[in-house]
Every structure is written in structure tokens, then in C-alpha cells.
């Protein structure tokens, strides 16, 4: 196979493009550093499509060795063919590779082999030859009668040379792909419960069927997941009468031979023992494969819509983790995350115990001028924003106040990490001051934490986690480096997200830091302990040093294009200085007057990395999550009983999935509003139009207080438009 064709032809991309991608992935680079820093290499690839074409490269070089392997095995059984080898070559797929190595792999004991043993080949090949002249089949048996091989009978000898034919039919790989495609096109999946009277979130599936080709994929994992539960058992449906017909097209001969009967027997049993279920299974993996390709898809743009939420900055903040039992933790964190102050109030055990919480937070707030108070969705939530919602009535300071997801704080809070970074604080005090810097910088806290953990996906506990894992880590990777990192604050476990560096650089850097103070620039890194030339041209990049006498430092401006800064401003009659006082305001502007191509090539690079360059240098050291909508703070709280059918609300996108968006309403409940309810078009998925994140005006379509569901709208009622 010629993969750089492949890889052409799959993404429609040119050689030149794909060739220099794979070159630059066997060099070693990473691909926020190819996304970012090699675009003239690729034609500007967005990072998503160059992991796309590097997960691929890296399943079709596996396809290969695959390919190799089953051909020296069948080389080695002296069984290959002209035909059988071009087949290797034109198979795409792992499965098309099995199938053709099915009749030549090492099989365990099997009828046909049992047959095989008692001598019965030559008559199974024979019947199957179905010749004109072939005798009655029982005849022709009775010559193979051997009591000492165990063929006592003609119809003994007759029944293993069937099952020999059998397992002949069910190794051809073109029935099998032939069945695979039927099953696809004209098969059902069909439901029944396991017990009609049980209850389980899994009612709808306890009677149900639909094509296979129509079926969604959140569909498909609930399936599975109900069927793994016990509740219901599931079968694949298609017309036997369809899936012989491929059986007997491509075996039965029109001779007329007594022996087509043989054979069509022989093919009915084949595909009820061996193919059938065989090809179910199959079927069944390709769909669990493609929805489970499709959850981690949507799992990933959650995830990085969450990761890049604009940051509260220069905010303090209150955090408090909420609970019953154990009190509500209070954590409150400087603008720069540094803590100031914890302990823990009780507002739900009595009233006293409530109005001496009151007295605990009114005096940190005073104490810290704290501006944001940060409020765990959690466990006794709901009581915990009441209880703030109504202490902030009655302060004189102007405090907002955020619910925020604790998904995953309770699995940072107990771990190694955590308690390296609070050595002094218990387990649940580290989760509210997670909480808290969660609303101040959502990607540098949350990076702490494994991305599975996050909660913004569907059926995350049922992907191939390995996948799962690597696709997430691919996002915060992407996420961390197209926002920048700063060298002299960052945290371990957000360096170690940074192109090129590893936790064991990230350790070292901080070490660093520790040891001989703040970073002067970013040349300074060199002398970081195995963090060598590689890795810094890698990472260098996407760390900002604000500190810096050298403004490029603090840019998105790669070291190795600092000549061509500088080049560019003399030629636009700017300096060092005026980036600095952010005085290039015309740059763009000059650069366009001068010709994009022509200042590219006088400056020494290409016209996308100008481009960037120009960006950079009109705003050093800007946030790209600053261009967008702040987070919906809040001052008042609602609850479920408030919520009238066509009450108008603002709410914030918590969670999108294939059938719909979750939104925080802030009544502690996040409202549904269905896939049909989002927009008037038509829409194959939600995330046409939503994202995680953003602040979307909603409209009460029902409320079910006993089963906590509300549904919404975002499409505008008839009367309100008028």
C-alpha cells in the first residue's frame, strides 16, 4: 500500500502535504509545534486535522505489518497465490485482512478438522465440485466407510464431509464481506427485556427495533450498556432467505448434480453455526466502534470548549465545596490562585449553625475583599447557592457568585499531585480551593486533573479507555499551547502539557525556578536539566516570560523567527519599544501597502508565519480566551418550583451530546433542551450551534419536579416574536 496516496486521497490533501506531515511527525515534532510553527511545511493544517492524519498513518502503517505477517504465514504454509496475494495488497481494512487469512490460521478442534482427520477431504472438494456425473452422494460416502477411523456409516462420512464444506463457506472472505454489507443495509437490531416488570433508565429499549443503518450512536451505547446490565438481550435480525442467497450465488453450480443439494445444506448450516453469529459479533463491534469514535469526538470538543472558558483574572475568590454531613469548605484564593484563608461552615444542620456561617463568610469576604464567590455543583449544592444568594443581600460589597462543575475535584483533591501542592490542607479543603481557582483560570486548574474525569462527555465509562485517554490528552495538549503558558507562574502539571515537555522537564523547570528565581527570558531555559535543544525548540514557543527585557519573550513569536521580527518592524519603521507600548497599531496595515509576499521573503519566512507574526507583535502576551463572552455570574437563585411553561431565562451550556444540550438555569438543575428545540434548520448534531460554554437564551417548555427534569427551548415563542 502506498500510504502517503492513501492519506492523500482520505483527507484530499496534495502530496506535498501529506509527505512533508509524515516527515515532520518521524522527526519527532509534536503537533501543536507542526499546527503552529511549520504551517508553510503543511498549507496552515489545523490541529485537529493533523491528528487525524497522524492517527491514521499510524493504523495503516499497523495495517501493513499486519499485511506482511499474513503473507509470510501463508508464504510459509506454501499455500500462497497469485490471487490470494493480490488480495493481501487490495485489503483496506484489518478485518478484510483476517478474513483472508481466516482459512489459513492455526484452528482449534473443529468438526471440519475432526473430518479432515477421518479422511474425509477428498469427498467434501469432490461434492462441492458439483460434476454432472457425480453418483448420489450416500453412494459415493459408503466408500469412505473406515470403522478404525471412526466412519462407521455413509451417513457418518456424508455428515463430516458437510461439515467440512461447512467451514469451507464460512472461511470465504467474500461471503463474509458480502453478509457484512447486507446485514448493514437490510439487517434490524431488535431489543427484549430480560424482566418487562424491572425498572432501569432502559424502559424504551425493553421493546424496540431499528435498521442497523439508521440506529444513532448514543442509541448504540445505551444498548450495550442496558444489555451489559442485564436488563434487555439484543440480536441482530436479517432475512435468511437474503443471506443465503449470497451463500448459494457464488456455490451452488447449474449442473444439475445430485450433489447441489449437498452444498445447499451444507451452505444453510454454515451460515446458521458458524457465519451468523460470527458476522453478528462483527456488526455488533462496528457499530460500538463508530458510536464509541463518535462519543469521544463529542467528548473532546466538550472538553476543550470547557478547558478554554474565559478566566475570571484579577478577581478574588471564595470557593466553597458543599456537603451535608461534613460541613461546606471555604477556600479563598488571591487573583493570582495563591491562598489566603479556609475552614468550613455548616449551613444545613441548624439555623444557629447557618447564622454563624453567615458571620464566618461575611467576615473573609470583608477581610479579603473577595469580589467572586465560586460554588461547587455537588452534593448539597442547591442549599449552598441559596445560602450565598441570600448572604449577599445583605453585605454592601458588589460579590457575583458561579456555580462551577467538581467533576474530578475529589479525584485531584486525593491525589499525589494535591497533596504535594498542599501538603498542610486535608483532602476535601484542596478540593474547595480547586473549586475556587476552577472559576479563575479554568485550563490551568483543570489540567490537574485526568481529562476522563471531567464529566462533559456520554457514556465515558464505556469507551475504549486507552482511546478515550489519548484523544483527551490530545485536546488539553492543543488547548494548553494555543493559549500559552507562563514560565515563571505555571504549575508542573500544566508545564508538562506544554509541546515537548515531559512531567520530569516540568519538575525540573519549577526546580529550577525555586533555585536561582523567576526566569529572565525564554534562552534562560537552556539551562533547565535535560531539557535539550529538541525540546526547546519544541516548547519555547508557547511560553511566555512577561518578565522579560525582550518583548518577543512574552509572544506567541517562536525564538527562531525573532530576526524576522525585528527585520519586519525596521522595515515598517517600528521598534522593540513600540510593541512594547503596544504602539504598532498600523502594522498590519504597512505590511499590506508594502505586499504580504513581498515582505515575507525579504523578512525570510512564509506568508503564514508573517501573519502570525503580526498578530503577536499588536498584542503581546494576550489570552485568545479574552476575545470571548465572560461566564454568566449570578446574584439571585431560583429553584425548579419557580419555573413556569414559557418563562424567558439566561442559562450557560453545560454539556452538549448527540441528542441535545444540558444548560445551567440556576435552579441547580440543568434544563434539556432537545436537538428539534435548538434552531428552526435542521441540524445533524447539536454542535452546529452550541458549544460548552456559551450564554444562550432559553425559554421553559416543561418542568417534572419529581423526576428533576426540565425541558427548554431556544427557539423564540410565536408571541414574544411578535
Not at 450512536?217 to 441482530?236: N, P, S, T
Not at 470538543?301 to 478566566?311: A, E, G, I, R, S
Not at 483532602?427 to 485526568?450: G, T
Not at 462533559?456 to 478515550?468: C, F, I, K, R, S
Request: proline residues 4%.
Amino acid at each position: 500500500m502506498d500510504i502517503i496516496l492513501t492519506l492523500c486521497d482520505e483527507f484530499k490533501l496534495k502530496n506535498w502535504q501529506v509527505e512533508n506531515v509524515v516527515k515532520l511527525i518521524d522527526e519527532g515534532n509534536t503537533i501543536p509545534f507542526i499546527a503552529r510553527y511549520r504551517k508553510e511545511a503543511h498549507g496552515t493544517l489545523d490541529d485537529q486535522t493533523l491528528r487525524a492524519v497522524n492517527d491514521r498513518l499510524e493504523y495503516l502503517r499497523n495495517l501493513d505489518k499486519r499485511r506482511e505477517e499474513i503473507y509470510a504465514s501463508i508464504e510459509k504454509q506454501e499455500k500462497m497465490t497469485e490471487e490470494i496475494a493480490a488480495d493481501i495488497e487490495k485489503a483496506m481494512t484489518l478485518v478484510e485482512l483476517e478474513d483472508i487469512y481466516r482459512p489459513f490460521k492455526q484452528k482449534r478442534k473443529t468438526r471440519a478438522s475432526v473430518a479432515k482427520e477421518k479422511g474425509l477431504e477428498p469427498l467434501a472438494l469432490d461434492i462441492l465440485e458439483q460434476t454432472e456425473d457425480f453418483p448420489a452422494p450416500i453412494e459415493e460416502a459408503e466408500k469412505y466407510i473406515d470403522s478404525e477411523k471412526g466412519v462407521e456409516t455413509a451417513e457418518d462420512a456424508l455428515k463430516g464431509a458437510m461439515d467440512i464444506i461447512a467451514e469451507i463457506i464460512s472461511d470465504n472472505a467474500e461471503i463474509r464481506k458480502r453478509l457484512r454489507n447486507l446485514f448493514t443495509v437490510c439487517g434490524k437490531v431488535i431489543t427484549v427485556a430480560t424482566d418487562e416488570n424491572a425498572e432501569s433508565p432502559y424502559t424504551q429499549y425493553y421493546d424496540y427495533n431499528e435498521p442497523v443503518e439508521k440506529i444513532a450512536d448514543h442509541r448504540v451505547l445505551a444498548i450495550d450498556r442496558a444489555e451489559r446490565e442485564g436488563f434487555i438481550k439484543v440480536k441482530l435480525e436479517l432475512d435468511i432467505t437474503k443471506a443465503l442467497g449470497v451463500i448459494n450465488r457464488i456455490y451452488l453450480k447449474n449442473t444439475g448434480s445430485p450433489a447441489t443439494d449437498v452444498v445447499r445444506d451444507a451452505g444453510a448450516d454454515a451460515y446458521s453455526r458458524l457465519i451468523e453469529p460470527s458476522v453478528q459479533r462483527e456488526i455488533r463491534n462496528i457499530l460500538t466502534e463508530k458510536a464509541d469514535v463518535s462519543a469521544i469526538k463529542n467528548f473532546s470538543m466538550n472538553l476543550k470548549q470547557l478547558l478554554l472558558q474565559p478566566p475570571v483574572k484579577g478577581k478574588t475568590v471564595l470557593g466553597l465545596d458543599p456537603g451535608y454531613r461534613t460541613g461546606c469548605k471555604v477556600a479563598v484564593v488571591d487573583s493570582t490562585g495563591r491562598v489566603l484563608d479556609t475552614g468550613v461552615i455548616y449551613i444545613t444542620h441548624s439555623e444557629a449553625q447557618k447564622e454563624s456561617a453567615k458571620v464566618t463568610i461575611k467576615s473573609l469576604i470583608n477581610k479579603h475583599k473577595v469580589d467572586t464567590v465560586s460554588i461547587g455543583n455537588g452534593t448539597a449544592s442547591k442549599e449552598t447557592e441559596i445560602f450565598t444568594a441570600d448572604l449577599l443581600k445583605e453585605i454592601d460589597r458588589k460579590v457575583s457568585y458561579m456555580v462551577v462543575s467538581e467533576a474530578g475535584a475529589s479525584v485531584y483533591s486525593a491525589s499525589k499531585l494535591a497533596a504535594e501542592e498542599f501538603p498542610r490542607f486535608d483532602v476535601s479543603l484542596r478540593s474547595a480551593v480547586s473549586i475556587a481557582r476552577r472559576l479563575q483560570d479554568p485550563l490551568a486548574e483543570l489540567v490537574k486533573i485526568d481529562p476522563k474525569s471531567i464529566g462533559v462527555g456520554q457514556y465515558q465509562h464505556d469507551m475504549p479507555q486507552n482511546e478515550l485517554g489519548n484523544a483527551l490528552d490530545g485536546v488539553v495538549e492543543d488547548c494548553v499551547n494555543n493559549v500559552g503558558v507562563d514560565l515563571n507562574t505555571a504549575s508542573p502539571s500544566l508545564l508538562s502539557r506544554v509541546s515537548g515537555i515531559n512531567s520530569g522537564v516540568a519538575k525540573n523547570i519549577v526546580t529550577y525556578r525555586e533555585e536561582n528565581g523567576a526566569f529572565s527570558g525564554r534562552n534562560e531555559l537552556k539551562k533547565v536539566p535535560k531539557l535539550g535543544a529538541k525540546a526547546f525548540e519544541q516548547s519555547a514557543g508557547f511560553l511566555r516570560v512577561s518578565e522579560s527585557k525582550n518583548v518577543l519573550d512574552n509572544t506567541g513569536v517562536h525564538p527562531e523567527s525573532y530576526k524576522a521580527a525585528e527585520t519586519l518592524l525596521k522595515v515598517c519603521s517600528y521598534t522593540l519599544d513600540d510593541v512594547k507600548n503596544s504602539a504598532i497599531g498600523e502594522l498590519a496595515d504597512r505590511v499590506n501597502q508594502l505586499g504580504e509576499e513581498k515582505v515575507a521573503e525579504h523578512i525570510g519566512v512564509g506568508v503564514p508565519t508573517l501573519q502570525d507574526i503580526i498578530k503577536e507583535l499588536s498584542r503581546p502576551g494576550r489570552d485568545p480566551r479574552d476575545e470571548l463572552p465572560p461566564p454568566l455570574l449570578r446574584t439571585d437563585v431560583m429553584e425548579m418550583k419557580d419555573l413556569k411553561p414559557g418563562m424567558q431565562l439566561k442559562g450557560t451550556v453545560r454539556n452538549v451530546i448527540d441528542f441535545g444540550a444540558f444548560v445551567d438555569i440556576g435552579v441547580h438543575q440543568d434544563g434539556l433542551v432537545h436537538i428539534s428545540q435548538i434552531t428552526n434548520r435542521f441540524i445533524k448534531h447539536p454542535s452546529e450551534v452550541l458549544k460548552v460554554g456559551d450564554i444562550v437564551t432559553v425559554w421553559v417548555i416543561s418542568v417534572e419536579e419529581a423526576k428533576k427534569r426540565i425541558s427548554l427551548t431556544m427557539k423564540e415563542p410565536k408571541a414574544q416574536q411578535k
